[in-house]
């Protein structure tokens, strides 16, 4: 393996080059120790902070994750398919199902993580549901773990007089979840706006999903409405960006 490419790059960009395509070349598969800081130096001839900021490419990306004591490997997770269109589908909360067995196929999904209580709602999240600032709304905070990795924060805001007394309020809300139960109570919703950016994560964040220093995070923020436009949710995800690919599959 040869550091090839431009020049005007740094180093420890094109030896972080080199090694992205040494893995998609089959060099090393998911699991398999990368060379060490000392193997680089040797093999490129570059200081030891060369090195490392050529592995640190490599890990925020989510190419590969360090192990204390034991160097740095090729990441084994898979990432996850995040099916923007069909888990949203009726069809899919309306018979029990989750929306996020859309996403997993075969691979388990567990909260590990759930709190729900009554606070006034921030004014952003007040301007959306169209209720009066410090107005009373149900919180539902979670996060995902998918095959012991944490994936997922998810925070959802709904107007407390619309679910108080139901299993909203409840940790485990049922078959079909939130949507279900929204359904229930004569709010199914009908329309789906989501808003996409990334940006780094707070420290909080990044200790709470396993973040190494430099992973960036994708925040998705889903509005659900009603039938005549009502606001019913809107939902504050905070995702890995490396556990994610975000599809969208759109008829013409």
């Known amino acids: 393996m040869t550091a090839k490419g431009n020049g005007r790059q740094p180093k420890y960009q094109r030896i972080a080059q080199a090694l992205k395509d040494a893995i998609k070349a089959g060099e090393y598969g998911p699991g398999d120790r990368l060379p060490g800081e000392n193997d680089l130096m040797a093999a490129h001839q570059v200081a030891r902070m060369t090195a490392r900021q050529a592995l640190g490419v490599l890990q925020n990306e989510g190419v590969a994750e360090a ?49 729900v209580s009554e606070a006034a709602a921030p004014v952003a999240i007040a301007g959306v549901l169209g209720i009066e600032p410090d107005a009373p709304t149900c919180v539902r905070s979670r996060r995902f773990v998918l095959e012991g990795k944490p994936v ?61 220093m430099g992973t960036p995070v994708i925040i998705i923020v889903r509005t659900a409405y009603a039938d005549g436009g009502r606001p019913v949710e809107v939902n504050e995800m905070i995702l890995d960006s490396a556990a994610y690919v975000l599809e969208y599959d759109v008829e013409a």
């Open 152 to 212: 997922l924060l998810a925070t959802s805001f709904l107007p407390a007089d619309l679910v108080t007394g139901s299993m909203v309020t409840q940790e485990d809300t049922g078959p079909g979840g939130i949507y279900a139960r929204l359904a229930e109570l004569g709010h199914a919703p009908v329309h789906f706006r989501e808003e996409v950016r990334c940006r780094m994560p707070s420290r909080g964040e990044a200790d709470r999903l396993g973040l190494g």
């Open 67 to 115: 192990r204390k004591g034991a160097g740095v490997f090729v990441r084994d997770f898979q990432p996850l398919r995040r099916r923007g269109i069909q888990r949203l589908a009726r069809e899919q909360w309306g018979e029990g199902r989750s929306i996020w067995s859309a996403d997993t196929g075969d691979r388990e999904l567990v909260v590990d993580q759930v709190t």
